[in-house]
């Protein structure tokens, strides 16, 4: 995928888990303001999808781009299903993956209606310093539900 | 256990994977403003847990109470990971039941951003009717996220 095409647009049904093997890609809603609201950043190595819309084949509400120029690797739903019949360890795989998603989730939304704009800063540094690098201000404020000003001043601060 | 006793208290660790065989339970937290805000119900068949406290072995933030006397099964940490690795099929069910756990959360918190209190309402009457049958009217809204005043008000709309 080249820079800012569509992996999957909103409405669509989501017809694949992708898995980034190079590149970086973001999933996201619009709000009622037209402003994108970031749901995940994937890099290599992760899995980006509407989950639901997969595992459902319903319209999916996210859409998901590319920030980078990426390689993806992406299954179906059929194949997924026959991926876990004939491997059998590919369901300890998206067992674990499973269970550190929904950890991960967990936390993301305790943090965001408890920790105050510095402390979720802090934490997406400690915890995605690699994205934080890659990834213009304003789509980490995005990812953080924060404007964008709020970002350059924490950034500011002595 | 018993009515209102605790299984799991806010700042523990959380031990188990709670599994309900008869009974009914719920997991919260406590705001700001000493409220409970209700993250999960879990009756007959459904697991309960802290669980990022149950896979890291961190504090709680939730604590769990039973709403009505309840027998549960309950595994730990230990033997979770001996169940996985002594029987595949149980890295299914697991990877299935998160899942579902995913999609749910997902569309749980989507529609928390975006639905109005009638419709918050009118799909836990759908997707839950057993436990508004069984719940008194001031948990549903500390579930829904809603005043218990709007939940009155909605069902005595004509």
């Known amino acids: 995928m080249k820079r800012r095409q569509y992996a999957l647009q909103e409405g669509e049904v ?10 970086l890609l973001k999933s996201f809603k619009i709000d009622e303001k037209g402003n994108e609201r970031i749901s995940l950043f994937a890099c290599e190595g992760w899995w980006i999808s509407d989950f639901n819309s997969f595992i459902h084949q319903e319209p999916a509400v996210l859409t998901i781009d590319a920030i980078e120029a990426s ?5 179906s739903r059929a194949n997924y299903e026959r991926l876990l019949r ?14 550190n ?6 936390k ?13 800063y802090q934490r997406m540094l400690e915890t995605m310093p690699d994205i934080v690098q890659r990834v213009p201000q304003h ?6 539900g924060l404007a964008p000003e709020t970002i350059s001043r924490i950034k500011n601060k002595p």
Do not use: H, W
């Open 71 to 75: 390689e993806l690797l992406q299954i």
């Open 139 to 144: 789509l980490i404020a995005s990812y953080l």
């Open 86 to 99: 004939d491997v059998p360890i590919m369901e300890r795989y998206f067992r674990i993956l499973y269970q």
């Open 108 to 120: 993301r939304l305790i943090s965001s209606n408890s920790d105050t704009a510095e402390i979720k």
């Open 14 to 23: 989501c017809k694949y888990l992708t898995f980034v093997s190079t590149g």
């Open 101 to 106: 998603s929904l950890v991960t989730k967990d």
